[in-house]
């Protein structure tokens, strides 16, 4: 089997690309600051800002393929920590396009919804971007730079994402949940929208990109848009929880460090063009009941 390299592989959605990404590769993982173990998956420690680790993993591992996961992915932590979140975000981003580009490999690259302000929606790959956020802002940069170093990067910009969470890393569904059994009111937005899929959806995703992308940017969101709040009420109806816990709040009411798009919707008529089928947001929930 040939070689796949992922970086990020303790986060949520690493941890889900490592276990389904097994069915077709020999898989290679990266952690840094949380150890990990995934069955099956050979898990290395390397600072993916310091290309001098990076290039001594590539000589070690001779990857045919990378899946560039790793990511400051918080937008708020971003916005208070914007060096820190830069050196992970773009410059270990540029760290994996030179090595990719310099043993010619194909390099998947996972941005962001958040490279857009939210007022256009629904946003098609060949819509200008126009971040709010120094999250999405270092997102944007990276894409840019990425392409230009290496013409093989496929860019994949992500939705809202939930589903079974890594040791180390939940979805915003683990803290829904978490709520609702505890009996506790959560208060959630009804003026933000957004085009969630599930991780293990994300996953079948971004190895489709890798199949069968090259030099470009692709969409991979889901079929349905929909706000936190109208959310919220399908995941209480599915996984039994009382409606009534559910209060509406605006965006507006709620002071962040970052500044949140409102619309950030994806168009990925591209990606289902390809072959990529997300399921409808209440199958995909159904099929995570009884495993978070």
């Excluded at 600051?33 to 990076?54: A, P, R």
């Excluded at 962001?112 to 997102?139: C, M, R, W």
Aim: charged letters at 20%; one cysteine or more; proline letters at 5%.
């Amino acid at each position: 089997m040939k070689k796949l390299l992922i970086t990020g592989a303790s986060g949520f959605l690493g941890y889900n690309v490592c276990q389904y990404a097994q069915k077709s590769w020999q898989v290679y993982g990266t952690y840094y600051s949380h150890k990990i173990n995934i069955d099956n998956v050979n898990i290395v420690k390397v600072n993916v800002t310091n290309i001098d680790e990076l290039q001594t993993i590539f000589n070690e591992i001779r990857p045919d393929a990378v899946i560039h996961l790793a990511a400051a992915s918080k937008p708020n932590y971003c916005q208070n920590n914007p060096e820190a979140a830069y050196k992970i975000n773009v410059n270990a981003s540029l760290n994996i396009a030179k090595l990719s580009a310099d043993v010619n490999i194909p390099c998947v690259f996972t941005s962001t919804d958040l490279v857009f302000n939210g007022l256009n929606a629904p946003y098609k790959e060949s819509d200008p971007v126009s971040p709010i956020s120094y999250y999405g802002e270092q997102k944007v940069e990276a894409e840019e730079e990425m392409l230009a170093i290496h013409p093989k990067t496929v860019i994949c910009r992500m939705p809202l994402m939930f589903g079974i969470p890594s040791p180390h890393a939940s979805s915003f569904i683990q803290f829904f949940l978490t709520t609702f059994r505890e009996g506790k009111k959560l208060s959630l937005f009804t003026d933000e929208y957004r085009t969630p899929v599930s991780g293990l959806t994300a996953a079948k995703g971004l190895l489709l990109a890798l199949e069968k992308g090259e030099g470009e940017i692709i969409h991979l969101g889901g079929k349905e848009r929909i706000s936190r709040y109208e959310f919220g009420h399908l995941i209480a109806e599915i996984f039994d929880f009382s409606q009534a816990l559910i209060t509406p709040c605006l965006q507006k009411e709620v002071v962040m460090a970052a500044p949140r798009s409102p619309d950030t919707s994806l168009d990925s008529s591209k990606a289902f063009q390809l072959g990529y089928e997300p399921s409808s947001l209440r199958e995909e929930l159904e099929h995570l009941k009884d495993k978070i």
